[in-house]
């Protein structure tokens, strides 16, 4: 059965720091590994990870994924109060559907 | 350009009753996705449809049912409603054609959701 584990399960910080966030999984033929931020309602889309190594950027966010030992990083430098939210990852594995995890909760503090 | 839109935003129905949520997705997405999020147990997938076909289903009852219509919307049905159906009823759409051909690796984007409360 594919599982996807996320940790931690929260996190409270302060303003400025940078938080690592990880994800583990096992699925059958992955075909993708995604990171979601979930503030109020809608998942919103942040990275799609196909292969491994390979670091993707936006702004103060990244996030690699090492395919040989299952797991993914998402990363967020500086932190704000507006990063706070539930982070969730995904996977997609032969049934083109998604696999999440319980997701992380994040509250930044100023 | 318009994300994913679903209605209604909250549905109130009492037990053994039947809901109809709805989804529209992005312009141009042909594959739409149904998820649930129950407190505590995470986003579950319920459906999958693309071009008018379910593709795939997730590993919940058969009175979980929906369509896609030929404008690529879909609807999901719940039959016989029980309370634990009470949850987040989340839509996501996707492109079905990527670089990789039919059914690669596209992001899955998502609605704001239905919250269905079961009385």
């Known amino acids: 059965e594919d599982k996807v584990v996320q940790s931690p399960l929260s996190l409270v910080v302060h303003e400025g720091d940078t938080v690592t966030l990880n994800c583990s999984y096992e699925?059958?033929?992955?075909?993708?590994l995604l990171w979601y931020k979930q503030e109020k309602k809608a998942p919103t889309f942040l990275f799609m990870l196909?292969?491994?190594?390979i670091e993707k950027k936006s702004g103060r966010l990244s996030s690699i994924l090492d395919k040989k030992e299952l797991f993914s990083i998402l990363n967020i430098t500086a932190t704000q109060t507006g990063d706070s939210a539930i982070y969730l990852c995904?996977?997609?594995?032969?049934?083109?559907?998604?696999?999440f995890g319980k997701g992380t909760s994040l509250l930044v503090t100023p | 350009e318009a994300g994913v839109t679903q209605s209604p935003t909250h549905l109130i129905k009492t037990r053994g009753q039947q809901a109809t949520l709805r989804c529209s997705p992005i312009?141009?997405?042909?594959?739409v996705y149904w998820y649930q999020q129950a407190l505590g147990l995470g986003l579950q997938f319920l459906l999958w449809?693309?071009?008018?076909?379910e593709r795939n289903r997730g590993n919940f009852p058969p009175r979980f049912s929906g369509r896609q219509f030929p404008n690529y919307s879909s609807e999901l049905n719940v039959n016989a409603l029980e309370l634990e159906d009470s949850a987040l009823y989340l839509c996501?759409?996707?492109?079905?054609w990527g670089t990789g051909g039919r059914y690669s690796n596209q992001p899955q984007h998502f609605g704001d959701g239905t919250r269905l409360s079961i009385l």
């Open positions: 699925v059958t033929n992955f075909r993708s």
């Open positions: 196909t292969s491994s190594g």
């Open positions: 312009s141009g997405h042909t594959s």
């Open positions: 996501a759409s996707s492109l079905a």
């Open positions: 449809y693309d071009e008018g076909e």
């Open positions: 995904a996977v997609s594995g032969s049934g083109y559907a998604l696999n």
